[in-house]
């Protein structure tokens, strides 16, 4: 593998370590949707020991 292709940009003006950036935030994004909704989706009163075993 050449260590100096990733400097060099792709078709869509974007250089690999910059994909690879973009994908880590929108993987983060994502996660962080989710965690909201399962917790949205958890019954008011649940005890709080319950709620860090399953988040």
Do not use: V
Not at 11 to 40: I, M, N, T, V, W
Request: charged share 25%.
């Amino acid at each position: 593998m050449d260590p100096l292709a990733f400097t060099k940009e792709d078709a869509s003006g974007l250089q690999p370590y910059e994909q690879f950036q973009r994908l880590e935030h929108d993987y983060e994004a994502l996660a962080a949707k989710k965690r909201k909704a399962r917790l949205q989706a958890i019954p008011q009163g649940y005890p709080l020991s319950l709620l860090l075993t399953i988040c």
